[in-house]
Each structure stands twice: as structure tokens, then as C-alpha cells.
């Protein structure tokens, strides 16, 4: 019994040496031509265990710099699963990633700091213009490539400023994430502070269709131009309040 263990031990360990010799390129350029992966990986360097890439290109949108320390129990089981550094914008984001051979992504304690003009110009906001620095807690993420991932997280926009005639201070937004019960995303949006108070959510389905529903209620301080700013955009409501309402396709704001 003791024999039949050492022995299984010894091809184990030879596959993680194997494994650990080969350069990374080439088991990327494998896996890229043999599966289809959401996901692709240009100048590839290193080894399958601790590799970089200068870039990464999912969803147009591209990844800089990322670096991975692979779990080597994870190949295994027919699946990738590390721990990442990347830069999006020259910003850093850390995490903990694993994909398997379908191409379902999953993704834990992921991190990130994004100013806020970096964030406006990876989608098409519906309207003003952003100031500030997002903060991004993402807890878990489960995506099968297709549709909307499976999302809960945090992200805090601080010294929050939205822009339309004239710049109005938001104080710190709070965005919460979580799954809702058709298979789609609840975004729900708060905040503390500002000469605005925001409440308000967006629904996502599993189409990428959205809604969005945003009440903005001036503090009793602020300025006409504010109010003036507001119904550029916003209906207002019988309290005083002014209501924004959009839906669309995640598409139409390249997303």
C-alpha cells in the first residue's frame, strides 16, 4: 500500500515539474486555439506558475501589466485558478482568479482603485460629467461568459462630483452589488453628504437589458443652478425631488 502511494506521488510530482518548465506562451497559445476562451492574452512571459502578460483584452477592454502565482491543485481539476496584479489605466487591481475548460470564470477578493474620468471613458454614462476615485470591493464573481456575472461587492466612490452646468459635490457614494432572483444584477445607490442626497438601483437581466431609476433631492442649501442642472435630465417629482429613468442594453454604453 505504502508503495502504490510513493508511486502515485512520484507521477504527481513529475507532472507539477513538467508543468512547472513549461513556458507559459505556449500553454496559453494552446488553450487559446483549443477552447473558446472570453478572454485573450498578448506578450506572454514566464513560467505556467509565475507568468506575465503585457496585456489582456476582454470584452474590448483591456488589462495592463498582469502578473499570476498559479495553484498548482487547481490543474488537477482541469482548471486554472491564481492569484493576480493587473492595471487598468495604470491603476492597480488585485485578486484571486480561476477559470476552468469551458471558459467560466470565477473571481474572489478582488480590488481596485479607479479615478472616476477613468471609469467615464470605460463605458458611456448616460449624462454629466464624474470627479473623484472609485474604490472596488468585488467579493465574489461568477460569469459563464455570457450574460451578467453573478456579482457581490461594494464599490465607494469618494469626494464624489457630478458635473452638468457647474460642478455639485456628492459627498461619498456607496454602490451596492448583489444578485437578484432572475438570474440577473441589483445595483442599489446611496450616498452621504454633498448638496445632493441620491438614492436609487439598477436592474440588470441576464439579456444585458437595464433599468435604471435615480432620485436626486437637493439639500435645503443648495443653489438654484443646481436645481436648474437637475431638470436638464431628471423630471421633477411633487416632494421637491427630481426622478432620472432609463432603460437600455448594456451594449448601447459598450459594456
Known sequence: MKRRYYIILAIIS?????????????????AQNNFNLPVKFYGVQGSIWNGQADSLLAQNHRIDQLKWSLNPAALLLASISADIQASIKEQNIIGHI???????IEAKDLRATLSAKDVQQLAAMPFGELDGKFVLNIESLSWPGNGIPDTTGTIKWHQAKLTLVEAVDLGQVIINIKPDDNDGMLIEIENKGGALSINGSIALSDKKQYRLQLDFNPASNANANIKQSLAMFAKRQSNGSYRFKQNGNLNQLGL
Open 14 to 30: 513529475y507532472l507539477i515539474f513538467a508543468l512547472a518548465s513549461t513556458p507559459a506562451a505556449k500553454v496559453i497559445s494552446l
Open 98 to 104: 480561476s477559470v476552468n475548460m469551458n471558459g467560466d
